[in-house]
């Protein structure tokens, strides 16, 4: 059983990692090309993505193809991948 059991941990660390998004692991890439962000005051944005960025916990942070830097919690953002 022991061989069982380190099968399971590899399986669930890298499912870990790679869930996290924004991430290379054994050459995936994650990428997005749109962002819709609540804001603080209630108000939604939809931008295109230049580049996003997560970090420890649930904060990421989205830069708009405008420039503008967005820092916020992973629940209020939906991050999303066109169907070319």
Request: charged residues 25%; aromatic residues 8%.
């Amino acid at each position: 059983m022991r061989p069982n059991i380190k099968i399971l941990l590899v399986i669930f660390t890298l499912s870990t990692l790679t869930g996290c998004g924004n991430k290379t692991i054994l050459d995936t890439t994650y990428t997005y090309d749109r962002a819709i962000i609540q804001l603080a005051d209630g108000t939604v944005v939809d931008t295109k993505i230049k580049s996003w960025t997560d970090y420890e916990g649930e904060q990421i942070q989205v830069i708009a193809e405008d420039g503008t830097v967005y820092l916020t919690s992973s629940f209020r953002c939906d991050l999303i991948k066109s169907i070319k």
